[in-house]
Each structure stands twice: as C-alpha cells, then as structure tokens.
C-alpha cells in the first residue's frame, strides 16, 4: 500500500492532502452509510489521533462530524500536535477553526483520559502499519485507555497496535470496525489480530486503477462466493465417467467416521465417482453405511510398489484423513506420490509426510495439494507454531515453494499459497465449523475439484470458498452443526 500511495503521488501527481482528504471523506461516508445505516447515532465522538496520516485522517472525519452536525465531536491527540506544515496539521488547522475541541494526552491528561472513558463512538487513528514491534509509551497507554472505554471503536486503516511486525501481547485497539483504506492490509488478517479488528471495511481511496490492480501483487483477498465462479463447468451430455473419479485413501480402525466424510464429501462436490479404498478391519464397520461411494478392502502389507496399484482409472486422489501412521502407509504414501495423478493430502499423510519418511518429500510435482492445520504445518516446515501464527504467509509460501505444491493453511483466516508465489485469503471466521469432521469434508470438496478437472491451485481456491459457505448456511439452520450436516448442504449449494 505504501508503494501505491508513493507512486501515485510521484508518478500520478496526485498530492498527498488531497489523498488524505479524500480518504477521511470516504471513511466518513462509509460510517454514516454503513456502521450507523444513515442514522446519525447519539452520544460524544472522539478522534483519538496520532501525527502521522492516520491521524490526518482522522482529522478530516472530526471535522466533517463538525460540519454536519453529526454530534458532539472531540479530538485527543496521543502524541502532541503534528508539525504545522505537514498535511496532518494543515488538516487538524482547519479543525481548530471549527471550534471542535482539542485536546493533548500530554498536557491535558486528566482531561483527554475523560473524553476516552466517556465518549460514545472512539475512531482511532493513532499509528497505521509503518509501526516497528510494540506501541510505546505514552501511545501504549492511550491505547489501554481507548480498549477500557465503553464507547464502540473505529479504527482508521488498522487498529493502532497492528503491523507486519505484531506478536502476541503487543498493546493494540481492541476495535467493533476497521476502515481499510484503499486496500486491505496483509496484517489484518493474521491469526493473532484478525479478531482484534472486528468488522472490515474496505474504503475505497482515489488511487488509479492500474494501480490498485496491479498484476505484481502477490496477495488477494478470496471472496465468500467465489467458488461460483470457480467450479468447472459440466455440459448437459455429460456422464460419471467425464466427471471425474476420485481415489480415497483414508480411514483405520477406530477413525472410520473420516473416512465417511471426505468420501461423501467429495461425492456430493459433483465428481461423477468415488472409491474408497480402506484398511481391511475397518471396511465391515464403513462398507455398509455407504451407498453411492465404492467401497474396496486394501490391504497394504500386498504388494508395495507402483505396479500394486493401477491409477489409470483415476483423476485424482485423496490421502490421509483417520488413514494412521504406520509404515506401511508410509510405504503406500511414497507410491502413491510417485504416480502421476494429481491430489490431495491431509491429515495423517501431512504426518507421515513432515516425519520425513516419505523419499517424494523434496518435490511433490505441483500436483497436490497440502491441506495443515497450523500444528500440522509447523512439523511440515520444520518451525515452532508460534512461528507460523506470528508469519504464516511468509512460511506458506516459502513452504509452498520448497515442496512445489499448494498450500490450504486451515484457520479462522485461511490462506492459500502456491509454488509460483502468489497467495489468497479467505476472511470467513465461523465457530460453528471448527468441529470435528471439518476438515475432512474440506479435504473431500478440494479432492473433487481435483478429480473434476480443476488445478491445485483453483481446486483449494474452490474448496475453502464452497466450504466456508456451506458452513454459514448450516450455522443459520442448524446452530453448533455437526460435520455431516455439511455433506448434504454441498449437493443443493452447487446445484444452484
């Protein structure tokens, strides 16, 4: 984003106080039309603002608030005055001749103290995402203020706190809104903040399109409903056999369920066949509760090389969930990655994989894809799981490129990265999926789109966007669902 608003200021000519002007305005808007629904609420509002562009932002708020007559409107400045001539302070000049009251944390305390604890609406603009490591003194302490008050909080591009840089602990806003200006911020999305931002506006700032769309960069947020667009196309003379079919292996002795659900699961995501392939003690307990799946006793310790298992028949394959850990899968995992047929690998097959006792660890192709949780990942990349939740975009790409193949990193925030270094977020936080099952039901849905034609790449986009919207369905239906009531939901959803 930095880069953005330099360019467009050297290369554009556009000036920085416009921008910054037209930011506020927007921002403002944004509130008016979507936090308060064009209802001007009742009560004090309070811009808590630094000295750099956030807190110019801010400035322009308060005084279109003063302007409009919105309500009581106050400014607290958490770090003194900003300079006289910078475009801040050419914005807080035109404030001070409003009258709107204005006050500074450093002289006034007692005073700016009471506008935070007594304000109704606190929009904060103190620090944006330039920060480095932790909020000081006296920043920090505003920031403890602003989280104790009983007003709701707009943070303005980031919750001051927030940055590349943030690890657990860090003092940060505690925010009900975050106005993302121009473009969403990688930092809002990370495992240890997104739930410090509460809900995310996305405003858009006058920069020129070629800017904002700019092929170069690597990042993108994955829309909720973008597996519309995604899921491959069937013609009406289509049969079983031209949808695809799909090998499963997975499920042992006393972890059939996952094996039921990614095998129905990807059977409901319209691939035409499904064959799961199953440990000989479990198959008894999972063969008569499927119908629709092929259900085939496998017995590993048969024949460990390429030969054993004849893939012609199939367009992709799925391995891993309740598959266990013994070695022969571990056997049968390094066949089954040998063959050139494209896929999925979750679950135990991440394990066995991240033990290192698999010969195909070193390139994986650009066939399959990995779908960790962060646990599962951290012994995949060979980090600490504090690592991963503190930079998870940095090590899934650079995960995603040492084993060429997609990475589907499972958390509130998912992120999806590839080999050739791009990466996706899906914003879709929803409690009621982290159940048992689900990520076997992810796992099968991806698996589809694998088997169906699609490519790694856009068979995880598919899977985690279709997944996460069969998850709020079931949640409005059914409340804390179990995950076998997402299985059926997937039939209708992509039928429509």
Known sequence: MARIDRLTQAEYVFPSMILMEDAGVKAWSAVRRVVWASR??????????????????????????????????????????????????????????????????????????????????????????????ALQRPQSEVVERINASRGRKIALDVPSGIGDEFRAGHPAVRADFTLAMGLPKLCLYLPRTRALCGRILVIPVGFPQALVEDPDIPGELL??????TLAPYIPPDTHKNKRGHLAVFAGSSGTTGAAWLCATAAARSR????????????????????TSVMCRSWDLTQGRDRGAWDPAPFSGVLVGPGWGLSEDKARWLDVLLSLPVPGVLDADALTLLGRGTTRARADLAGRWVLTPHP????????????????????????????LNAVIVLKGHCTIVASPAGRFWILDAANPALATAGSGDVLAGIIAAGVAGGLGPVEAALFGVSLHAHVGRIAARRAGWFLAEDLVPLLSRVLWQ
């Open 40 to 133: 001007a609420p009742r009560g004090r509002h309070v811009f808590v603002a630094g000295r750099g562009n956030n807190g110019g932002d801010s400035f322009v708020m308060a005084r279109q608030a003063a302007v409009e007559g919105a309500a009581p409107a106050a400014i607290v400045l958490a770090a003194g005055r900003p300079p006289a001539d910078s475009d801040p302070g050419r914005m807080l000049a035109m404030c001070d001749t409003l009258g709107i009251e204005c006050v500074d944390w450093l002289e006034q305390r007692d005073r700016a103290a009471a506008l935070v604890a007594e304000a109704d609406w606190l929009f904060d603009g103190i620090a944006g995402t330039g920060i480095h490591g």
């Open 223 to 228: 829309g909720p409903r973008s597996w519309r």
């Open 271 to 290: 691939v035409g066949l499904v064959t799961l392939f199953i440990d000989p003690d479990a198959y008894p307990i999972v063969a008569p509760k499927l």
């Open 375 to 402: 646990g599962e990942f951290a012994r995949l990349a060979g980090v600490e799981r504090d690592a991963v939740l503190d930079e998870p975009v940095k090590y899934a790409l650079e995960t995603s490129a040492a």
